[in-house]
């Protein structure tokens, strides 16, 4: 029988893509908007190249590698040379001491987490995660059957709420799932935030004699503005399991290429990698293409150039800021997250979209009332939004 | 907590790696045995290179393609050009009707098989397979959380046993997975079993009033022996999902790349395929390679030069046969699937390793007293591998 499982997961439909859709199909389509007047703020997809070292290494691969080994069956927990080499580079750049046995090769953050959650969850345990987060953290939870709970937004600053993270953090939560810098506030948690976060559960643990997991989901930490490094999560806390895609780092999300990265001082890095292994089994999925994990791995140290999010970031910030928006000044990734001019964040989308600003209510990431600005785009592009925008405030709002 | 379930998966050793690795470390570290005097037959690795058409595109795309599209998110089914290609090809080589709505683009036939049995069974649903079966069959079912039972093999042909199988036809069974070419045994299904079992299914489907899905694994359709042409399963049977991969007839088994096509005669089969996106989410994995899977579309029509499984199979089957072993003559794959030549196949296998012979008991396939030779592998030492089996059965079975 067909699983009524997955057929009425198809009932949920992104709320993102319909955006979108709506843009292409209506207003282009019917004629009321130029497609140069479309400005699609609604996806989070890279709009830099990748680095040309990048596809220079698979070239040489194609050319030069034994075929065997280039297309050949990477052992299920990842080809042992990446590993090392990407142990290597987080120990230079982050003072960690990661050996190849702490890494798990995978399909992106979203392998990451997937994999991250069912190792230290089992069904019916309770994950906490912090609003605003990135919906996909559902299916994930779901996925592991494990019940996502979610503190709501310290939307002052988009740091974490301890107040309210003290009163669910119950016996029955099994993990944290911190996401910094953040999608789609753009928050960088601070030092202090992280070094108060392990305090706070390390005291837990004592308190409920039993271990609590921090799973860092961490693809946009190479994207951090005003010359900042964003702090390496696992530095504070021995039991985080490091969740990161090269997707936003070097622009290719479409090869689905990440890791999983687990502090060997929680003692159990080596057993988490090998249960990533089995998980693995479950899913049907054995690992990352092998050329592409080849490729990655001699590039693991530099990224594509992200200056334009930044710029990008600048403008808006500033452009919005004049308009009477109210936001936080993002500390990285590439998105801004004001609060709407109205109550209902859905309908101030609906009327921004008329002029063709496409635009993500915050509701689809758990905090209502704000939305989402995915500002991965050319920069003209960018500078031309903001009459739009102009002309949305004065002709919707004053 | 740490996952009691994946921790405990790690005690079960895989048989197939532990042969392998007593081989080396044991046999060739001790210095029992010269390197080449160990005939590693255990692990079922492509032996042939990538066609040059493979690597030719994947260069011409990372010098001339756009690098957004070329590494750029694929949709979640797929690339739309590369599900349509895909189509094009079955529907010319084996009179199917499917267009790309129909197909899936998987991580290869186990992301497939994963994704099939999730498509069709709730969780405590049965699902049937025969021996001798792949014995990661297992961890798919479990991991859909589907009870898959055995029905014993055929052992005079490695078809089906029809009347097992009514036995076992129950209305709890939900779905069937049939492997052909088989791996271990070889065995291709001939036009009668299909039909026969088709037959028997819908049959089974009025008696039950519910629908009996067929999930075909067809890794090795492109290995066929003595210039035949694998019965194209879907053909014989309107409710088939066909699970494919290109590890085995490209020898990409590292590029983790392979699709879902299910009969459009279903009725359902965009549905099926829709659902395929949902459960992806779940599992966090959203696609294979972009770049694999654009590269793939394009020479999905060729294969490898495939020609030395067959010189393989017949100077093994002839020089076993001479030998004295009993085993059925496969119509493909590159398995080998002898009678050992004592009841406990493990101990002809532990026997068989002190001569360089790594081979697999049966008993991991579901198929005691038989064992399994992954005979690719260059012709050379298939050939000197004879000297070693004569050496075996003189001194051990005479």
Not at 77 to 103: C, W
Not at 125 to 152: H, K, N, Q, S
Not at 293 to 322: H, I, P, R, W
Request: hydrophobic share 40%; net charge negative; charged share 20%.
């Amino acid at each position: 029988m067909i699983s009524e499982t997955y057929k009425a997961m198809l009932a949920g439909k992104s709320v993102i893509r319909e955006m979108s859709e709506y843009a292409q199909n209506v207003l282009v389509g019917g004629g009321l908007l130029r497609p140069e007047d479309v400005f699609d703020f609604s996806l989070g997809n890279p709009s830099v190249p990748v680095p040309q070292a990048f596809n220079r290494r698979i070239e040489e691969l194609c050319e030069n590698g034994d075929p065997m080994l280039v297309h050949g069956y990477s052992p299920s927990l990842g080809i042992p040379s990446v590993r090392q080499k990407i142990a290597d580079s987080l120990n230079r750049r982050f003072g960690m001491h990661y050996t190849r046995e702490d890494l798990f090769m995978t399909s992106g953050a979203a392998g990451a987490l997937a994999h991250a959650i069912r190792l230290v969850t089992s069904p019916g345990d309770e994950i906490l995660t912090f609003a605003p987060y990135f919906p996909e953290y559902g299916p994930y939870a779901a996925g592991a059957g494990a019940r996502l709970r979610v503190v709501p937004a310290d939307t002052r600053d988009f740091q974490i709420r301890f107040d309210a993270l003290e009163q669910m953090l119950t016996p029955r939560v099994q993990a944290l799932l911190i996401n910094t810098p953040n999608n789609p506030s753009g928050a960088l948690y601070s030092e202090d935030t992280l070094a108060r976060l392990a305090s706070l559960l390390l005291e837990k643990e004592r308190a409920f004699g039993h271990e609590i997991w921090l799973i860092s989901d961490e693809p946009y930490r190479e994207i951090v503005f005003d010359g900042k490094t964003a702090p390496y999560v696992s530095r504070f806390y021995p039991r985080t399991i490091s969740c990161y895609s090269f997707s936003k780092s070097l622009s290719v999300p479409g090869e689905r290429i990440g890791y999983v990265a687990v502090n060997p001082e929680s003692g159990v890095s080596g057993l988490l990698v090998n249960m990533c292994g089995q998980i693995s089994r479950g899913i049907g999925h054995n690992c990352p293409s092998s050329i592409i994990q080849l490729a990655v791995a001699d590039v693991c140290d530099s990224t594509a150039d992200l200056s334009v999010y930044e710029k990008n970031m600048n403008l808006l910030f500033d452009g919005l800021s004049a308009l009477g928006f109210e936001m936080v000044r993002p500390g990285g990734t590439f998105y801004l997250f004001p609060k709407a001019l109205e109550e209902d964040a859905g309908a101030f989308c609906k009327k921004a979209i008329q002029y063709g600003l496409v635009l993500v209510p915050g509701d689809t990431f758990g905090a209502p009332g704000y939305f989402r600005i995915a500002f991965c785009t050319d920069t003209q592009k960018v500078v031309r939004s903001l009459d739009a925008f102009g002309r949305l405030v004065r002709e919707q709002y004053r």
